[in-house]
């Protein structure tokens, strides 16, 4: 029988903390914070991570044993050009989560990024050194290596283009953006140059559940089999969906102005199987599971 642990979500509110949240509660102890979007769920509490003291005395009064930090400025193209903010809430955010663990004692689990990677490599491993090539990702990697100097026991879980239902309040993502634009009629331009391990994120909380409870440590990527551009993403979420895939046309990054670089990382996710006997759903599997489950509920 698993101990009942006591886990604080950093950033209950985003796709992963929130579904991490509904399946962690079920046999922990689970406390949340939010920063603008109130989620109706017990233990919640407001937190701005960029509060040094609010972050410490919130840690030192929960006591958790296990910290689960996936709170992050995520916009690659704002993190470019908005640097000290993506420093203030990437980097000083993270060592704030870090000082306050340090005075509960709590475990780390940090979730990260393949674009701590270039994907000048065929596939990176977890032991790989990281060499990124945007800022988002050099802000991923200084936190890592706080989390990793910190003395405290960690997990630094690095994941690619989360997908799933998300909630009315979440940033859309890929799947989302495809079965929507199709749905209303609107020709979808996407994008043949950028590859991805794709991640469904009932496995990435299935197995995070698990490295938890066996009390493994270290570095692990938790991303799907698949290594795939934009576009074939796309012509696979519509043909699971019943949706028209000749309203997908293929186009080159470089016709869009995007202002950070994006890195085709392909992130080798065999360790993750090897500790947890949890494979992960290749795509397919993934938009099959999609498809079943009722998207009312979702928006």
Known sequence: MNKIMKILVIG???VIGFNLIKYLRNTNDVYYT???NRIFEPNGNKLDITNKEDVINLI???KPDVIIHTAALTNVDKCETEKQLANLINVNGTKNIVEGAKKSKSKIVF???SSVFSGNKKENFEEDATDPISNYGITKVVGEEIVRNSNLPYLILRTDQPYCWPEKWQHINSVKRVIETLKSGII???????HNTPTYVPDFVRVTTKLIQINETGIFHLVGPDFINRF?????TAEIFGLKKEMIQPINSKELNFVAKRSNVKLNNKKIGKRTGILFSGIKEGLIDMEKDSPIQHG
């Open 34 to 36: 939010f920063l603008k």
């Open 188 to 194: 979808l331009k996407e994008i043949i140059d950028w």
């Open 232 to 236: 074939n993403w796309a012509l696979l």
């Open 60 to 62: 030192s009064d929960i």
């Open 111 to 113: 979730v990260s990024t």
């Open 12 to 14: 209950g509110s985003g």
